[in-house]
């Protein structure tokens, strides 16, 4: 196989021609040794398929701190599970536990201190400046021009909430949201609330850009119509830079350019694109995104989010007329307020200038810590890298599953794929649409098989094959396995 070749054609929309001895196992791993991003695997610790099994603590950690077994164990029990649930939780990278050790070893001999000294042979800064650094880190992971364009704070809803107060400024005249039909709930009830809180009714300020029928797909020329529609009284445009339940990667380039040519203030929800596909979010203009960690960037269940504000919104000017700040609107909270005078506990508020400005309260340094370690995994590597992979390995998989698809000749077939067949309109996700009444049989055959994957009911179930630590084998794998749940044949 020619990676290079394959990753040429993906990179202009199509899809590769893959060998027909591209279903076999030995296929799988020829592309794994051509891997050139191999080594990011033994940065994480996957689960295995005993570990899975776990009723109770008991101080192993797969791979690092094992028990011994006898007789009859099954030696494949302690082989990783094919892990393709990265897109919900990604799995979790070795340097965490130094970097928490680390923050407790500090927080334990310093005490409070440790907000502004940094020991030596820490991986860690001082937890003052930790965020700052989390946010170095994070720039060319989206795309900052520079890094005063990030903040790492709360979560990702609370931060989609801080920032519609300072960008959703709705009028008589112009007050609609435009989003999509099937948007994450927690999306759904924050632009709802949002709207009530403002005194407008979803019914004539929210808009859902529908997709084709049938099906699940929203053409870039659709959003632009909806756009071209509402121009004259909608004031925000926020969608999703992948759609969580189809895996379609929107065109956020040209969308943003469009909305904000018609005066609408545009911002996107990350979850699902940062540390999946290339971001540029300062060339392409975005006003404003906001990301969680826990998925492709493995920081940890829950973890703290980040934030974008463009840089145009950031800024923080002297009125000598007013002797007053003057800033962008927004809901100002003391860590907020510029390092340089946070500490006075005066009553005026001077925001730091930039992203950060927008802050709240202190950041929670465990989560900072574990987001630090996540961070420096994709040090070891970049975004065009970690996308070149990806693009390959989805390409691969897409093929085994039409390769079932064809052998299910003109039969009803088991499943159809709705993510979008183009690849440059996806990440490192396909979602499956089941035959009805498939879910849990599928489901059921893969959980014992050691397949990791994600179901949305009623029907689909999401598989993401994550560059930096899922294989062309893993792949193979779950074809195999999802083979037998389906019938053998696809039908």
């Known amino acids: 196989m020619d990676f290079t070749t394959k990753l040429k054609t993906l990179r202009a929309g199509e899809t590769p021609v893959f060998p027909s001895e591209a279903t076999a196992l030995q296929y799988a791993q020829t592309l794994d040794a051509q891997d ?11 689960p295995t398929r005993r570990s899975i099994k776990k009723k109770a603590l008991d101080g192993t950690i797969p791979g690092i701190y094992s028990t011994v077994h ?21 799995a979790q990278p070795k340097a965490i536990r130094s970097r928490l050790e680390a923050h407790l070893e500090t927080w334990a001999s310093i005490g409070v201190n440790g907000h502004f000294n940094t020991l030596a042979n820490t991986p860690l800064t001082s937890w003052q ?28 809803t609370t931060n989609l909430h801080l920032l519609m107060a300072s960008f959703y400024r709705p009028t008589p005249t112009r007050h609609k949201i435009l989003l999509e039909w099937r948007p994450f709930p927690s999306d759904w009830y924050a632009i709802q609330s949002q709207i009530a809180w403002h005194g407008f009714d979803t019914e004539t300020s929210l808009v859902e850009i529908q997709p084709d029928a049938p099906g699940f797909y929203i053409p870039t020329s659709k959003i632009l119509a909806a756009i071209d529609a509402h121009a004259d009284t909608a004031a925000l ?63 940890g269940p829950g973890a703290i989010a980040g934030a974008f504000v ?12 007013t002797n007053s700040h003057v800033f962008r609107p927004r809901l100002a909270g003391w860590y907020g307020a510029d390092k340089s005078v946070r500490f006075n506990m005066d009553k005026t508020f001077q925001p730091t200038p930039g992203a950060a400005g927008f802050q709240l309260s202190n950041p929670s340094a465990v989560d900072l810590a574990s987001l630090s370690a996540a961070l ?45 067949r183009n690849p440059l309109e996806r990440g490192a996700q396909l979602s499956i649409l089941l035959r ?13 098989n050691g397949v990791m994957f994600d179901a949305r009911k009623p029907d689909v179930i999401r598989i993401a094959p994550v560059p930096m630590y899922c294989t062309f084998e893993d792949v193979w794998k779950f074809v195999e396995v999802f083979r037998e749940a389906i019938g053998g044949s696809g039908r």
Request: hydrophobic content about 50%; charged content about 15%.
């Open 436 to 448: 009805p009444g498939l879910l849990d049989v599928v489901s059921t055959a893969l959980a014992e």
């Open 376 to 420: 420096s995994v994709f040090n070891m590597t970049d975004m065009a890298a970690l996308r070149a992979k990806s693009m390959v390995i989805t390409a691969y998989a897409e093929f085994l599953l039409d390769e079932l698809l064809a052998a299910a000749g003109t039969a009803e077939p088991a499943f159809s794929i709705i993510t979008p």
């Open 70 to 90: 006898h007789g009859d164990v099954n030696a494949n029990d302690d082989t990783p599970v094919v892990y393709f649930v990265g897109n919900s939780l990604g």
């Open 129 to 156: 400046d930790l965020a700052a650094d989390c946010a170095i880190q994070s720039a060319p992971l989206v795309g900052a021009a520079d890094p005063s364009e990030i903040v790492i704070m709360n979560s990702l």
């Open 237 to 299: 445009l926020l969608l999703p830079g992948i759609q969580y339940y189809s895996g379609q990667l929107f065109d956020m380039q040209r969308i943003t350019r469009y909305a904000q040519a018609r005066g609408l203030v545009v911002g996107w929800d990350l979850a699902h694109a940062a540390g999946n596909v290339e971001l540029a979010l300062h060339d392409w203009n975005v006003d404003f995104a906001v990301w969680c960690t826990y998925k492709y960037i493995n920081a």
């Open 310 to 321: 463009h840089a145009r919104h950031g800024g923080v000017e002297y009125d000598h007329s």
């Open 36 to 46: 050139q991003l191999s080594y990011l695997r033994e940065q994480f610790i996957l």
